[in-house]
């Protein structure tokens, strides 16, 4: 047994660093994050041969160790760190053989660094079709390292990267080139006044924003022997170390790397050439845009309501298998609905997921970036919010993230601001539910109203996005540079492992993140809603027998009996025929009057169940918000639900779920409860055109999220951004459902 | 002097000298150096920003950047 080797992944973005990763560690993988940024950590285990195991860092995507991002910083500061628990044993520099010559660059700043390295050229498997031609032998003398060849999509080459893992002891650590070459008389300084310290480490301390070091970077600027250069002396010595790493590669390449160009084919141009034209990649674009529409609203509906129907199963299985008592009723009324609530949903997220995966994996999604950057310009957005606004209808959260990439600093906080008004797919549990209930079916132009109200729903959440960022770039005054890099990858064929990870993990963490919220949620509403002080709530079942007994069954309950009734009616075989008919219809008459009293009972349970509900805890506090939100068309039950939601929206179904299944006895699905409640005059339901759109409409802008508020705080590095946004968007879903339903009533 | 804003698109260029100050790191490390070879690949449909490859690595940049980028041009004939 020996103790594991520490492996860090590093490489530019598009060099498939992550498929080796897959491939090294197969599901063995953890992602996390670094402590107190957002930044996602991919860690997993690899076994290499003769029983020892590697600990692999899949380090994020960067060109340098020059950095301009948090992603980046956090290579140089794990590069940096000898005492950090992931300081690598040996660096796996990952590399594209078609991009060679810039791959390097970070590969001889590794070297730099003295850190023991193995070189990976990735995507052999497209030498032949490049016309491309290695070396390997005296690529690895001139570059003092270890190189394999690897292709992922194959297979080929990744027995032999973990054999030179297990062999890293054999590398020699030592630098590709002298960089004191960068400022001789600079560095030598530096020597002078650190003797112990590697100079080359000290530059990059001396040049990166790295936050872990400040102590470090303190003792610098204290050495009184040592004056420190200013920003612009110290940027033209950074253009200078590139230059000079430049030649170093131009020199190795030289004779070890030969590509026939006879030999190349042109795909990428000739796919350029369409989906990035004036009409046609526009047209492209909206069309994939469609199909990823048609998928989740279509595709995922057979799915969704498959499991759906598992769910009220067991449900329905637990209350009967379960002895009878508090906890069978917390299990399958509050716990196992709220679960199933956002359970439905997983297959419109994993739909989500997977077109996103695929965009991005296949190369398109930079070309889109090409294709929009000039129309979002006006807006203060930048080409790459597209990426941010596309991903941001699967959840605000990554796609906060995603804007890392935009290097201006106003184009980046406003897309920022604006991208949570894209409509996550946490919204759409509350849509479709919503939508079911009170918009009409029937068909405008072969398309049915429900999609057409969907698609209206989707496109307002970007006009508002679109024309939020518009004020904000008019409003914010923040002088920042407008730069705008975006690199073009080779078109590529997605791998199925790759996008299949993707999907899976993302989606795991959507509906375990979301569960445990919901799942809180639902036992302290279901605890509230089953207790009470109040001596109504202790008396509830003499109270309503009483008033039953004097004023008779609420008008809900009799619409009830009615309804289940005629149901009955319908569903009973009149095949009956000749003499025996008179007889037959007589049973029927008598069965029905049996039933009549079955559903009379239960309504009146129900009764006394619901009186219960609204002398609880949770109907005290239930009625206390009614007047605020009474306006917008909703009862105190929907105004518990709105709240409860600000944690997380899809929190809404469930939460609504608990509150009528603590209200009644029946077991049903949760819309065939929406549907069946009353407003305040008995007469109308409850959930009709008016409250409905209404509700739609602060879902739709409203700031409901606790975990983006958290993300944009982390990543605006100040609590004024998401106050901000959540004190903006949220009054202006309360003024725009008001009018709606002041309007629609 | 001309600049890489103003390639026709498949006409190359070759980067020369240019003030150190005012390009971003990023663009040099991704192969903007002088001496090198750029082609301009396409321009998007509003003229703007353009897709350029500087000597094997495809990249678009905006034109305002593109400005600061002295190139002397190399190759006159329409692209095939």
């Given at each position: 047994?020996?103790?594991?080797i520490?492996?860090?992944?590093?490489?530019?973005?598009?060099?498939?660093?992550?498929?080796?990763?897959?491939q090294?560690?197969?599901?063995?993988?953890?992602?996390?994050?670094?402590?107190?940024?957002?930044?996602?950590?991919?860690?997993?285990?690899?076994k290499?041969?003769?029983?020892?195991?590697?600990?692999?860092?899949?380090?994020?995507?960067?060109?340098?160790?020059?950095?301009?991002?948090?992603?980046?910083?956090?290579?140089?500061?794990?590069?940096?760190?000898?005492?950090?628990?992931?300081?690598?044993?040996?660096?796996?520099?990952?590399?594209?053989?078609?991009?060679?010559?810039?791959?390097?660059l970070?590969?001889?700043?590794?070297?730099?660094?003295?850190?023991?390295?193995?070189?990976?050229?990735?995507?052999?498997?497209?030498?032949?079709?490049?016309?491309?031609?290695?070396?390997?032998?005296?690529?690895?003398?001139?570059?003092?390292?270890?190189?394999?060849?690897?292709?992922?999509?194959?297979?080929?080459?990744?027995?032999?990267?973990?054999?030179?893992?297990?062999?890293?002891?054999?590398?020699?650590?030592?630098?590709?080139?002298?960089?004191?070459?960068?400022?001789?008389?600079?560095?030598?300084?530096?020597?002078?006044?650190?003797?112990?310290?590697?100079?080359?480490?000290?530059?990059?301390?001396?040049?990166?924003?790295?936050?872990?070091?400040?102590?470090?970077?303190?003792?610098?600027?204290?050495?009184?022997?040592?004056?420190?250069?200013?920003?612009?002396?110290?940027?033209?010595l950074?253009?200078?170390?590139?230059?000079?790493?430049?030649?170093?590669?131009?020199?190795?390449?030289?004779?070890?790397?030969?590509?026939?160009?006879?030999?190349?084919?042109?795909?990428?141009?000739?796919?350029?050439?369409?989906?990035?034209?004036?009409?046609?990649?526009?047209v492209?674009?909206?069309?994939?845009?469609?199909?990823?529409?048609?998928?989740?609203?279509?595709?995922?509906?057979?799915?969704s309501?498959?499991?759906?129907?598992q769910?009220?199963?067991?449900?329905?299985?637990?209350?009967?298998?379960?002895?009878?008592?508090?906890l069978?009723?917390?299990?399958?009324?509050?716990?196992?609905?709220?679960?199933?609530?956002?359970?439905?949903?997983?297959?419109?997220?994993a739909?989500?997921?997977?077109?996103?995966?695929?965009?991005?994996?296949?190369?398109?999604?930079?070309?889109?970036?090409?294709?929009?950057?000039?129309?979002?310009?006006?807006?203060?957005?930048?080409?790459?919010?597209?990426?941010?606004?596309?991903?941001?209808?699967?959840?605000?959260?990554?796609?906060?993230?995603?804007?890392?990439?935009?290097?201006?600093?106003?184009?980046?906080?406003?897309?920022i601001?604006?991208?949570?008004?894209?409509?996550?797919?946490?919204?759409?549990?509350?849509?479709?539910?919503?939508?079911?209930?009170?918009?009409?079916?029937?068909?405008?132009?072969?398309?049915?109203?429900?999609?057409?109200?969907?698609?209206?729903?989707?496109?307002?959440?970007?006009?508002?996005?679109?024309?939020?960022?518009m004020?904000?770039?008019?409003?914010?005054?923040?002088?920042?540079?407008?730069?705008?890099?975006?690199?073009?990858?080779?078109?590529?064929?997605?791998?199925?492992?790759?996008?299949?990870?993707?999907?899976?993990?993302?989606?795991?963490?959507?509906?375990?993140?979301?569960?445990?919220?919901?799942?809180?949620i639902?036992?302290?509403?279901?605890?509230?809603?089953?207790?009470?002080?109040?001596?109504?709530?202790?008396?509830a079942?003499?109270?309503?027998?009483?008033?039953?007994?004097?004023?008779?069954?609420?008008?809900?309950?009799?619409?009830?009996?009615?309804?289940?009734?005629?149901?009955?009616v319908?569903?009973?075989?009149?095949?009956?025929?000749?003499?025996?008919?008179?007889?037959?219809?007589?049973?029927?008459?008598?069965?029905?009057?049996?039933?009549?009293?079955?559903?009379?009972?239960?309504?009146?349970q129900?009764?006394?169940?619901?009186?219960?509900?609204?002398?609880?805890?949770?109907?005290?506090?239930?009625?206390?918000?009614?007047?605020?939100?009474?306006?917008?068309?909703?009862?105190w039950?929907?105004?518990?639900?709105?709240?409860?939601?600000?944690?997380?929206?899809?929190?809404?179904?469930?939460?609504?779920?608990?509150?009528?299944?603590?209200?009644?006895?029946?077991?049903?699905?949760?819309?065939?409860?929406?549907?069946?409640?009353?407003?305040?005059?008995?007469?109308k339901?409850?959930?009709?055109?008016?409250?409905?759109?209404?509700?739609?409409?602060?879902?739709?802008?409203?700031?409901q999220?606790?975990?983006?508020?958290?993300?944009?705080?982390?990543?605006?590095?100040?609590?004024?951004?998401?106050?901000?946004?959540?004190?903006?968007?949220?009054?202006?879903?309360?003024?725009?459902?008001?009018?709606?339903?002041?309007?629609?009533? | 002097?001309?600049?890489?804003?103003?390639?026709?698109?498949?006409?190359?260029?070759?980067?020369?000298?240019?003030?150190?100050?005012?390009?971003?790191?990023?663009?040099?490390?991704?192969?903007?150096?002088?001496?090198?070879?750029?082609?301009?690949?396409?321009?998007?449909?509003?003229?703007?920003?353009?897709?350029?490859?500087?000597?094997?690595?495809h990249?678009?940049?905006?034109?305002?950047?593109?400005?600061?980028?002295?190139?002397?041009?190399?190759?006159?004939?329409?692209?095939?």
């Amino acid at each position: 047994m020996s103790k594991s080797i520490n492996v860090a992944l590093i490489g530019n973005p598009n060099t498939g660093k992550t498929s080796i990763f897959n491939q090294l560690t197969g599901l063995k993988q953890k992602v996390g994050n670094y402590p107190g940024i957002t930044v996602e950590k991919k860690q997993g285990i690899c076994k290499l041969p003769r029983g020892v195991k590697a600990h692999i860092l899949d380090l994020p995507g960067t060109y340098s160790l020059n950095t301009t991002s948090l992603d980046e910083s956090v290579v140089v500061e794990v590069l940096l760190n000898k005492n950090d628990k992931d300081y690598p044993d040996v660096a796996v520099v990952i590399t594209d053989v078609e991009n060679l010559k810039r791959n390097l660059l970070l590969f001889t700043q590794i070297k730099d660094l003295r850190i023991p390295t193995i070189l990976v050229i990735n995507m052999a498997d497209r030498m032949s079709r490049k016309g491309i031609s290695v070396d390997i032998e005296a690529m690895e003398k001139k570059l003092d390292t270890k190189i394999a060849l690897v292709s992922t999509r194959t297979g080929k080459g990744v027995t032999y990267v973990k054999e030179l893992i297990a062999n890293y002891r054999s590398l020699l650590a030592q630098p590709n080139l002298d960089t004191s070459r960068i400022a001789p008389e600079y560095f030598a300084r530096l020597k002078q006044a650190f003797p112990k310290e590697d100079i080359y480490k000290l530059w990059l301390v001396i040049t990166q924003d790295v936050n872990f070091m400040p102590i470090e970077k303190k003792r610098i600027q204290d050495a009184t022997s040592f004056s420190t250069k200013s920003k612009e002396d110290l940027k033209k010595l950074q253009h200078r170390e590139t230059v000079l790493r430049y030649q170093f590669i131009n020199a190795t390449l030289k004779d070890t790397y030969k590509v026939d160009l006879q030999a190349a084919t042109g795909l990428r141009a000739n796919l350029d050439k369409i989906l990035t034209h004036k009409i046609f990649g526009y047209v492209i674009f909206f069309l994939i845009l469609l199909l990823i529409f048609q998928a989740i609203f279509e595709w995922s509906t057979y799915p969704s309501d498959f499991i759906d129907e598992q769910f009220s199963l067991v449900s329905d299985w637990l209350k009967n298998t379960l002895p009878s008592g508090i906890l069978t009723d917390l299990l399958a009324e509050g716990v196992i609905a709220g679960i199933g609530g956002i359970a439905v949903f997983i297959p419109q997220i994993a739909f989500l997921f997977l077109f996103i995966s695929l965009l991005e994996e296949s190369g398109y999604m930079s070309r889109v970036v090409f294709l929009m950057d000039r129309l979002m310009r006006p807006f203060g957005l930048s080409g790459k919010s597209v990426v941010p606004l596309i991903s941001g209808t699967a959840c605000a959260i990554p796609a906060v993230m995603a804007t890392r990439t935009i290097e201006s600093w106003k184009e980046r906080l406003i897309t920022i601001l604006v991208t949570p008004f894209t409509t996550c797919s946490a919204r759409l549990p509350v849509y479709l539910i919503l939508i079911a209930l009170v918009i009409p079916e029937g068909s405008f132009l072969g398309l049915s109203y429900q999609a057409l109200t969907l698609m209206l729903l989707y496109l307002l959440g970007f006009g508002m996005a679109i024309f939020s960022a518009m004020v904000l770039n008019r409003v914010l005054k923040i002088k920042s540079r407008t730069l705008f890099i975006a690199e073009m990858p080779t078109y590529r064929l997605p791998l199925v492992k790759n996008v299949g990870y993707t999907v899976l993990e993302k989606t795991k963490s959507f509906v375990v993140g979301a569960g445990k919220i919901i799942l809180a949620i639902a036992i302290i509403l279901w605890f509230l809603g089953s207790n009470g002080y109040s001596e109504d709530f202790k008396n509830a079942e003499t109270i309503v027998s009483e008033r039953i007994e004097k004023q008779g069954l609420s008008p809900y309950s009799k619409n009830y009996i009615k309804n289940n009734i005629d149901l009955y009616v319908k569903s009973t075989p009149l095949s009956i025929t000749g003499g025996e008919k008179a007889v037959s219809i007589r049973a029927i008459q008598d069965s029905v009057r049996v039933m009549t009293k079955i559903l009379t009972e239960s309504a009146m349970q129900q009764e006394v169940a619901s009186y219960r509900l609204e002398h609880s805890y949770m109907g005290c506090a239930g009625k206390a918000i009614e007047p605020l939100v009474k306006p917008l068309g909703y009862d105190w039950k929907i105004g518990i639900a709105v709240l409860t939601s600000f944690a997380a929206r899809e929190v809404f179904v469930g939460t609504l779920a608990t509150i009528y299944s603590v209200g009644s006895d029946q077991e049903d699905t949760i819309k065939n409860r929406m549907a069946a409640e009353l407003d305040e005059s008995g007469k109308k339901p409850l959930f009709n055109l008016a409250s409905g759109i209404s509700l739609m409409l602060f879902y739709a802008f409203a700031m409901q999220c606790m975990s983006t508020l958290a993300v944009v705080k982390k990543e605006t590095n100040s609590w004024k951004w998401p106050l901000l946004q959540l004190l903006f968007m949220s009054t202006f879903a309360y003024l725009v459902a008001l009018m709606a339903f002041q309007l629609l009533k | 002097m001309a600049t890489v804003a103003d390639l026709q698109p498949g006409q190359k260029g070759i980067i020369t000298e240019f003030d150190d100050a005012v390009l971003p790191i990023k663009l040099l490390e991704l192969g903007c150096l002088p001496g090198n070879e750029v082609e301009l690949v396409q321009v998007a449909p509003l003229k703007d920003p353009i897709y350029i490859n500087l000597s094997g690595t495809h990249i678009a940049i905006r034109r305002v950047l593109a400005n600061h980028i002295p190139v002397s041009i190399v190759d006159n004939k329409p692209s095939l």
